[in-house]
C-alpha cells in the first residue's frame, strides 16, 4: 500500500437471497465505491461485504461490526458506502454510528446521498448529524423524566422493589419477608451492634443494610428526582421509627449509601 495516500474501507450490503445469488448489487456498488475513493486520492484498504443481510439492526451483520472494529483501531481514515439505506435503516443507529466515526477521526462518505465529512462543507454536516443525534437523546432523556415523574407523583413506585415488598399487576405489596424489615430497624435502633454485624446477620452488604434503613418507601412513600410524594403502597415502618432510625444513623456519622 502506497504510504502518502489516505486509506478508505469500503461497505457493501445486499438483502437479499436472489440479490446475493446474482451479485450485481453487491459488484455495482463495490465498483462504483472503488472509482469513487480512487477520484478522491484515497487508497483501499479493504471491502466489507454483508450478503443477504437486513439493515434493521448493526450488530446482526458480521461485516458492519468488523468494520467499526477496525475503525476503533484507526486502521483507516474513510469509510466508503454507497447510500445510507445499504449502511442502516435505523436513524439512531446511523446518528449513533457517525459519532463514533467522528471520535475516532474517521471520515464517512455516502456516495448516493451526497454526503461526506472529507470537506470543510461536509465536516459541517457531520457537526450537525451529532448535534441532532445529541437533541434526540435529550428529548428522549426529558420524555423519560417526565413518565417517571408522573409515575411518582401518582404514588406508584418507579425501581424494583425493595427487601419487604414484592410487585403483584404493578402494585407494590409486602412480601412474604416483609416482617423482617422492621426486625432490620429495631435491631439497629435497641442494640450495639455494628452495622457490619447486623448486616451479616440479615445475609445484606452493609451498603445494603443502609439503603434499608434510609428508604422512605417504608413510609409509604415514593422518591423521585429529589421530590418525595405520597405513595399508593402499604407502609412498614413507623414514622416514629424511622426517625430514630435516622437520628441515630446521623449520631454515628453514617451516611446514607
Known sequence: MTENKPLAAIYVRVSTEDQVKQGASLGAQEEALLNYTKALGYELFKVYKDEGKSAKNIKHR?????????????????????????????????????????????????????????????????????????????????????????????????????????????????????????????????????????AKKYGFSVNGLKKILTNQTYLGKVKFGGQVHQGTHQQLISSTLFNHVQNKLEKLGIKKA
Open 62 to 198: 458480521p461485516a458492519m461490526m468488523e468494520l467499526l472494529a477496525d475503525a476503533e483501531a484507526r486502521k483507516f481514515q474513510a469509510i466508503f458506502i454507497y447510500k445510507l439505506d445499504r449502511f442502516s435503516r435505523s436513524l439512531m443507529d446511523l446518528l449513533e454510528t457517525i459519532e463514533k466515526l467522528k471520535e475516532w477521526g474517521t471520515d464517512f462518505v455516502s456516495l448516493q446521498d451526497k454526503i461526506e465529512t472529507t470537506s470543510a462543507t461536509g465536516k459541517l454536516m457531520f457537526h450537525i448529524i451529532s448535534a441532532f443525534a445529541e437533541f434526540e437523546r435529550n428529548v428522549t432523556s426529558e420524555r423519560t423524566i417526565f413518565t417517571m415523574d408522573k409515575v411518582a407523583r401518582d404514588g406508584r413506585p418507579i425501581t424494583r422493589a425493595p427487601h419487604g415488598y414484592k410487585f403483584d399487576n404493578k402494585k407494590l405489596i409486602p412480601s412474604e419477608h416483609s416482617s423482617i424489615v422492621n426486625d432490620i430497624f429495631n435491631d439497629f435502633l435497641n442494640s450495639n451492634d455494628s452495622l457490619t454485624k447486623i
